[in-house]
């Protein structure tokens, strides 16, 4: 049954829920509405106010399917804002959904611990040639056996027109029809769970889209005027209505779907000065007290770098948040391949083999310093925090689609220097996340897509081309900004597929051998020594002159990594430990042999910390 328990507070929850037995219960907040009616499979019913702006009715006679949405007095109708499907277009009625008529086949499932956590992130809609769950749910078996552990979906709530990234939500409970029904995304997961896979999603809650939301015209409160996000209109989460709307949509999405965690976008936009207790930090502690039965992985994007929320308890367990996403690994490991140089990328040009040393040993690589970029001090230290409050990445969503052609790491660097940095990136301690088809080297584009209409459609399209239009690869080049694909075009969404038929040429087999070795690693050799990582486990031992060599101070035993990211060989020291991996048997023996690392490669290996205080001593 789609039913919420209720808080400490008894707060009101929004939308509508099937209660069973024909009935069902319809809650709008809507304290500037005046009179709201209920129309219902074409009959009105008055929605009387109950108390603090809400309007409720209950119903005995209704049946699941049913079709429905609210009149304001003007007699505008209006989808339910907690729509939980819709029964066409987004600006449509809604649906009243039965969420018991599902039979999960794995209802004992509780997810995995957080150290085994290996991140695949897809885009559901061209993860696949059909783009829907179903298909999805046919491919659960390939990353099973290539070594993933999580799942983790791009944002699925009811997004305006048929393509989309879905960061620009509107109905945030109802799962996008392009995608398939309710049950298709429930079957999916479910699916997932009985190959030991766990899934997350990532969910928008610092803004609404710009097209097909009508709150502001029945409930205003829910958005501050005065202040603005990149996005549309910033949220007013100290009012309790709109405080619930979010940490349903949370324990929605974890109940009723069985999601086993979720990835909040760009908290940054998030601002919450007026609460007592600000929303996210409700949200985490609501989850985890009602949960603390399941392994539930919450992560944040932060591109402000601090802490707060990923600090660890006196025993170093998890508290609120279980990760942040590491953009600074990411930032310096792509400058570091690929010579750029140009936005955030101009915080990473001076000291950047110190950087990415230090984004492996401490976590983020600036920590109060000044960016170049942004020209003020970001970030807050971070080595106290162990290796596992970090999830790295060299590729995702935003890095490649964010960029003019959606181009993958694989096009603007060698293979050899992907391949270190996967090795890198696989092999830490960190929690891992891969981008769709970059298990076998996937080289189609992730472009920025859309499906707006009309004036919309042509401001999103020319403030695309302006975004790039300041980079030195476009300047004074006109001619070059007109070949940035347009969003809206149906071809730069099918551009965007990946390219399954990979899995059979040579060189996507390589890949994909590669990578599972990567991944089977992972859980054998580094799996074991994270539950019990704390600290200031990390520590740089050399960054220069294209070296950069880390280790760690794990659960009883010491990580060790080394890699050369230069064009040419270097002097190096040898590491300490069995050497789990090595770009070659030829760079392992250079090494040892010789203290000289070849160009593109690394060397990974573990020892105990007495075997290495011996060596000390020695």
């Given at each position: ?302 591109n402000r770098n601090i802490t707060g929320l990923v600090e660890r308890g006196e025993a170093g367990e998890i508290v609120l948040i279980s990760g942040e996403w590491n953009d600074d690994f990411h930032n310096v490991a792509h400058a570091v391949a690929t010579g750029e140089t140009e936005g955030y990328y101009a915080d990473f040009v001076e000291r950047h083999w ?265």
């Open positions: 049954m789609d039913r919420m328990a209720q808080t400490t507070d008894n707060a009101p929850h929004w939308g509508a829920e099937y209660l069973g037995a024909g009935r069902a219960r319809f809650r709008l907040w809507a304290p500037e509405a005046g009179q709201v009616r209920l129309r219902i499979e074409g009959r009105e019913v008055e929605m009387p106010a109950v108390a603090e702006g809400w309007c409720e009715c209950t119903l005995d006679d209704v049946s699941p399917g049913a079709s429905y949405d609210y009149l304001l007095e003007n007699d505008q109708a209006v989808p339910d804002p907690a729509s939980r499907a819709q029964k066409g277009e987004l600006t449509g009625p809604s649906l009243l959904v039965d969420h018991s008529e599902y039979r999960w086949q794995h209802p004992d499932w509780r997810g995995r611990p957080w150290e085994e956590t290996v991140y695949y992130e897809l885009h559901v809609g061209t993860f696949t040639p059909e783009g829907t769950f179903d298909a999805a749910r046919s491919r659960l078996e390939h990353l099973r056996d290539l070594g993933i552990t999580t799942i983790e979906l791009m944002p699925v709530g009811h997004f305006p027109g048929t393509r989309g990234w879905g960061y620009d939500p509107i109905l945030i409970y109802a799962p996008h029809p392009t995608y398939g029904t309710p049950n298709a995304l429930k079957a999916f997961i479910d699916a997932a769970h009985g190959l030991g896979l766990s899934v997350v999603l990532d969910v928008v809650y610092n803004h609404f889209g710009p097209e097909g939301n009508y709150l502001s015209l029945y409930a205003p409160e829910f958005f501050h005027p005065e202040r603005q996000t990149p996005w549309g209109g910033a949220i007013a989460y100290e009012k309790q209505a709109v405080r619930q709307f979010f940490i349903d949509n949370a324990l929605y999405w974890l109940e009723v779907y069985r999601f086993d965690g979720l990835r909040f976008d760009a908290i940054d936009h998030i601002r919450d000065d007026e609460s007592e207790t600000e929303i996210l930090v409700e949200i985490a502690r609501t989850i985890r007290a009602r949960h603390p039965e399941r392994h539930i992985h919450l992560t944040t994007e932060d110190w950087r990415l040393a230090r984004s492996l040993a401490e976590g983020f690589a600036y920590q109060g310093e000044v960016s170049a970029h942004g020209g003020e001090a970001r970030g807050e230290p971070s080595a106290h925090l162990p290796p596992t409050a970090f999830v790295d990445f060299i590729q995702n969503h935003d890095q490649i689609g964010n960029r003019a052609f959606g181009e993958r790491l694989i096009d603007l660097t060698s293979r050899e220097s992907v391949q270190a940095l996967m090795a890198m990136l696989l092999l830490s301690p960190h929690i891992p996340l891969m981008f769709m088809g970059e298990e076998w080297g996937e080289t189609r584009p992730f472009a920025f897509f859309t499906d707006y209409q009309g004036e919309l459609a042509d401001a999103v399209r020319e403030g695309r081309r302006k975004e790039f239009a300041g980079f030195q690869s476009f300047h004074g080049d006109e001619s070059s900004l007109k070949r940035v694909p347009d969003p809206n075009d149906p071809k730069t969404f099918e551009a965007s597929r990946i390219n399954w038929d990979c899995l059979t040429s040579t060189e996507g087999k390589e890949w994909l051998t590669f990578t599972r070795r990567l991944l089977r690693l992972r859980q054998e050799r580094i799996v074991p020594l994270l539950a019990g990582a704390g600290p200031y486990a990390g520590k740089i031992e050399a960054a220069d002159d294209g070296i950069v060599s880390v280790s760690w101070r794990l659960d009883g035993a010491m990580l060790h990594m080394i890699a050369n990211f230069d064009g040419g060989q270097r002097i190096a020291r040898p590491i300490a430990g069995e050497i789990i991996h090595a770009t070659s048997e030829e760079v392992a023996r250079s090494l040892i042999e010789e203290e000289v690392l070849p160009a593109h490669s690394i060397v990974v290996a573990v020892g105990s910390e007495r075997q290495e205080l011996v060596a000390s001593d020695e």
